[in-house]
């Protein structure tokens, strides 16, 4: 059964920095486009960032310069690097394919910014 799991949320001060995580498995990870996606409380799920098959990048304006996406086709993982963090970052963190796939939809992985 194919499925995504996030990992490496947590709670930072403002200007911390987090690296969240997402296992594949069960697909053929390699040739997807995979996304960071987040839901604020009370906020529609949007695209943070992501990254084709061959390591092309796309951001959403927010988090330009402070995140970086990565992954390692070879163990299926995609990286979320979080850097600068703001409470605005507030949310729960989602990895999926790009478009989304809704069956793949998971927990996800709470990333808390507060003083």
């Known amino acids: 059964q194919a499925q995504l799991v996030e990992s490496g949320g947590g709670s930072v001060q403002p200007g911390g920095s987090l690296r969240l995580s997402c296992a594949a498995s069960?697909?053929?990870?390699?040739?997807?486009?995979m996304g960071w996606y987040r839901q604020a409380s009370g906020k529609q799920r949007e695209l943070v960032a992501a990254?084709?098959?061959?390591?092309?990048?796309n951001y959403t304006d927010s988090v330009k310069a402070r995140f970086a996406i990565s992954r390692e086709n070879a163990k299926a993982t995609v990286a979320l690097q979080m850097n600068n963090l703001k409470p605005d970052d507030t949310a729960v963190y989602y990895c999926?394919?790009?478009?989304?796939?809704?069956?793949?939809w998971g927990q996800g992985t709470q990333v808390t910014v507060s003083p």
């Open positions: 999926n394919l790009w478009p989304p796939n809704n069956i793949y």
């Open positions: 069960g697909m053929l990870f390699r040739i997807n486009t």
């Open positions: 990254i084709t098959s061959d390591g092309r990048t």
